[in-house]
């Protein structure tokens, strides 16, 4: 009953347009008043230390990275990159946009960020060239999803946080799955390119090459020095933020010389009102997740996924059939904060790594984020593609196919996750 009145309650709040903040504080309410242990301070107190993390710090940063690499230059030179070494073959600025789509996941970690920068340089060029416009705008919001896999990922912070499992770890295991997606990615569009009339790009010089090379460097050289700081642990993902932001200032104003103070202040402020939204929605759900505990919801959760504990492939299996319907109606974030306390006890009880389940989580819920009715990067892609949701959906569905077929992967075969993790971080 517990649950019903926890479900129920975030639903209603939910369904009369309540920001998902706001219900999931009204939906613990709901839950306190259902218990008899209403008491305003408990949950003062909880939204308090939900956003008081350490960890959670790394968020702000990181946000201000993506912001600053986008006004200082960095973007723009990593597209040139790409397209200087796979423009000129047929198809070229689709495998542009996928290897923009694998380079930017190493600088922002935001799915939204880098469908948006991309989108806006290569979807003019790619219609200008001949491409179908709804399925160039379908490829480049497949390859935004790649962002909250590869480290830097928000959304791995966020789970990380909230389960209790290394931040480190989590980094280091979606690289594999990351790159697996954009070779899948390839595949596909290598397939559905050969049947359009395309305009091919001119091949590069080996002079060419070089100068986009030596132009990128500084972007490039970003995602290796979080890698390897981690790596080394020379730093931890919090103080990694710091290290990104700090070397994307320095790089715009001092290097490319791009960034000046009026920029700036706009970054700041860009970064300031979406980190606000994420930690007002972390702490949010921190106060939900407090009364989860307090209510054994994951005991009624254990209790009805019972059957297939003895199993660990069909639990996982149950278990993300959930995810994938949940992150239909809603975003990534709050799918996250929601269900992981949720699931969590289940995922340790049946013995399943919680490195190797929070990269399937954050990766299900990323497949989410391009299904509608939510689909937050599918409204994104539409907005900077200029088609409607339906013609983008004719442009996707082989892209999120793959992705799909992908995570299937995972969970038949751990050792994807798990073999690359223990060479990683031993």
Request: charge should be neutral; hydrophobic fraction near 60%.
């Amino acid at each position: 009953m517990t649950l019903t009145v926890f479900l129920g309650s975030l639903l209603a709040a939910m369904a009369i347009g309540m920001p998902i903040a706001f219900a999931l504080l009204a939906s613990g309410v709901a839950l306190m008043l259902y218990q008899g242990i209403f008491d305003s301070q408990i949950i003062a107190q909880n939204f308090i230390n939900g956003a008081d993390n350490f960890p959670l710090m790394a968020i702000p940063f990181f946000i201000l990275a993506g912001e600053l690499m986008s006004i200082g230059g960095i973007s723009k030179r990593i597209i040139g990159f790409a397209l200087a070494l796979v423009g000129h073959i047929r198809g070229g600025l689709g495998y542009v946009a996928i290897l923009g789509a694998i380079l930017f996941a190493g600088l922002s970690g935001s799915a939204v960020a880098d469908t948006a920068a991309l989108g806006a340089i290569l979807i003019p060029m790619m219609v200008q060239a001949g491409y179908d416009r709804n399925r160039s705008t379908g490829l480049i919001a497949a390859g935004g999803i790649i962002a909250p896999i590869i480290p830097p990922s928000i959304p791995m912070i966020i789970f990380g946080v909230t389960s209790g499992v290394s931040i480190t770890k989590l980094f280091m295991a979606g690289i594999v799955p990351g790159l697996l997606i954009g070779l899948g990615l390839a595949i596909v569009w290598w397939i559905v390119s050969r049947k359009e009339n395309i305009e091919v790009l001119p091949r590069k010089s080996f002079k060419e090459i070089l100068q986009a090379t030596k132009q990128a460097f500084w972007g490039l050289m970003l995602p290796l020095i979080i890698i390897v700081g981690l790596r080394g642990g020379i730093f931890t993902p919090t103080e990694a933020g710091v290290v990104a932001a700090f070397y994307a200032l320095f790089v715009g104003v001092v290097i490319y010389r791009e960034i000046n103070l009026k920029e700036l202040y706009k970054a700041f402020n860009t970064s300031a009102k979406m980190t606000s939204v994420v930690m007002f929605l972390v702490a949010a759900a921190m106060v939900s997740a407090w009364l989860i505990t307090v209510a054994n919801i994951p005991g009624e959760i254990t209790q009805m996924l019972t059957p297939f504990m003895d199993n660990p492939l069909l639990l996982l299996i149950a278990i993300n059939v959930i995810i994938l319907l949940v992150g239909t109606a809603m975003d990534l974030t709050p799918t996250i904060l929601i269900l992981t306390p949720v699931l969590m006890p289940v995922v340790e009880m049946a013995g399943i790594d919680p490195v190797y389940f929070g990269v399937l989580f954050v990766l299900n819920n990323c497949i989410g984020l391009l299904t509608p009715p939510v689909g937050v990067v599918l409204n994104v892609a539409c907005g900077v593609g200029k088609i409607g949701m339906e013609d983008i959906m004719k442009g996707i569905w082989p892209f999120l196919l793959v992705e799909i077929l992908v995570l299937v992967l995972l969970i038949l075969f751990p050792s994807i996750v798990t073999v690359p993790l223990e060479f990683l971080t031993d």
